[in-house]
Every structure is written in structure tokens, then in C-alpha cells.
């Protein structure tokens, strides 16, 4: 099984610039989620879905949108990217209280 | 809310050196504990968990303690190795939150030197 694919790996975009990373997962998981990591911080929750069609903000959603219709896929768009949205991001999905992360992108806004 | 507080690294050891780092958790109701390890350039991954009080998560030698008294689930390792040079993460899971989301310290890196 592939798990938690999530592309692309690296990106540098220009100020105002959109783009999305993409996320997608083989084990048919309802949940997935979308966590940015700053450096020398956690992750913090974006955005999460609990099934097709469901999404629902965490807790640093400015600037971003997603959107699930599927179960495999969970997008997650910039629409003008500015300098604090520079960071690591993990796609992540799981059951329940376990989650499988994928391996991450990152992503620098100059 | 619910928060995870870890000790600050980088924590630098010699191999076979004994391993803990500090975990504590506030939350609001009765929370999963897990600790995930992120090598370098990779994704994180589940390294144990616990999931109600007094239970011990232990994995490759890692183990973790549930202490609901002290509200607490330190990482200790009996003897480290150069290949356990990584984040590590400690983060609580409250059945509580919608979504079953994930809470995060802000990591630990450990560098183990030959």
C-alpha cells in the first residue's frame, strides 16, 4: 500500500501566487487532515474532513481552502500566498485515534 | 483547550546513553497519548501510544508511561543509538474534539553522536 501520497515535495511560490498541494490516501479512511509545521514548533490543524463531502476548519484555517469528493482525495488550496504561509505541510489520515502521515511538502512564499 | 508540552532541544547524547523527554497534556476529557518520530526528510510516524491511564506504550525499545496524576508520558529509551537522531513529538488525541484531530508538543530533537 502506498498510504498517504502528497505532492509536490517542494514548492517556491511568489508572493500572491495560488497553488495546491495535493493529498491522496489508499486505505479508505473517512478521516484525513491537513497540519502545517512551522520551525521549532508542533503541527497545527488546518483543515480536516470526516468523510466526502465534509470538511470543517482547525485551528490556523486563514488562507486556505480545502475541499474532499472523494474519499482518497483532500486538496489543499492557497489562493494568494503571502510570506507566513511558508512551512512543512503533512497530509494525514486515519481511523479513530490513529493517523498515517504523509511525508510531507514543503512550501516557501517569497 | 487541550495543549501538549515537551522539553526543548536539541537534546545531544553519546550511544548508549539512557533517553527521557518530558510530556504533559492538559485536556478536557480522557485523552489518548502517543509519541511520533519524524527522521530527517521524512513524514512523521507512530513510534507508541496509550490509551487510558497506567497503560505503558513501548516500541523499539521506546516506552512511555499513561500517568494521569501527574498528567504526563515521558519518552524514555534504555540505550540510544546513532539511528534514533530524530524529532520527536509527543500529542494527545481527545475524543472530546470533533474530528479526532491530533494536539502536538513542539518536538524534541534528539542528536545521538557516536
Known amino acids: 500500500n502506498a498510504g498517504v501520497t502528497q505532492t509536490p515535495k517542494f514548492r517556491i511560490l511568489k508572493i500572491g501566487q495560488s497553488m495546491t498541494l495535493q493529498c491522496t490516501q489508499d486505505?479508505?479512511?473517512?478521516?484525513m487532515y491537513w497540519y502545517r509545521q512551522d520551525p521549532g514548533m508542533g503541527l497545527k490543524l488546518i483543515y480536516y474532513s470526516v468523510g466526502a463531502g465534509i470538511t470543517d476548519k482547525g485551528e490556523v484555517p486563514n488562507g486556505y481552502n480545502v475541499s474532499r469528493s472523494t474519499t482518497e482525495d483532500f486538496p489543499l488550496r492557497l489562493e494568494l500566498a503571502a510570506p507566513s504561509q511558508t512551512s512543512v505541510y503533512f497530509c494525514?489520515?486515519?481511523?479513530?485515534?490513529?493517523?498515517?502521515f504523509g511525508a510531507g511538502s514543503r512550501l516557501t512564499v517569497l | 483547550g487541550d495543549s501538549v508540552t515537551q522539553m526543548e532541544g536539541p537534546v545531544t547524547l553519546s550511544e548508549e546513553a539512557f533517553l527521557t523527554i518530558n510530556c504533559t497534556y492538559t485536556a478536557t476529557g480522557y485523552p489518548s497519548l502517543f509519541w511520533y518520530v519524524q527522521y530527517p526528510g521524512e513524514g512523521l510516524q507512530l513510534l507508541l501510544k496509550?490509551?487510558?491511564?497506567?497503560d505503558k506504550g513501548s516500541n523499539k525499545g521506546f516506552e512511555a508511561t499513561y500517568r494521569k496524576e501527574t498528567t504526563s508520558f515521558h519518552l524514555e529509551k534504555g540505550s540510544v543509538q546513532v539511528s534514533d537522531s530524530a524529532v520527536y513529538f509527543c500529542a494527545l488525541s481527545d475524543i472530546n474534539n470533533a474530528g479526532n484531530m491530533l494536539t502536538f508538543g513542539g518536538g524534541t530533537r534528539l542528536m545521538v553522536k557516536p
Open positions: 496509550a490509551t487510558k491511564a497506567d
Open positions: 486505505m479508505n479512511h473517512n478521516y
Open positions: 494525514a489520515s486515519g481511523e479513530g485515534i490513529r493517523a498515517t
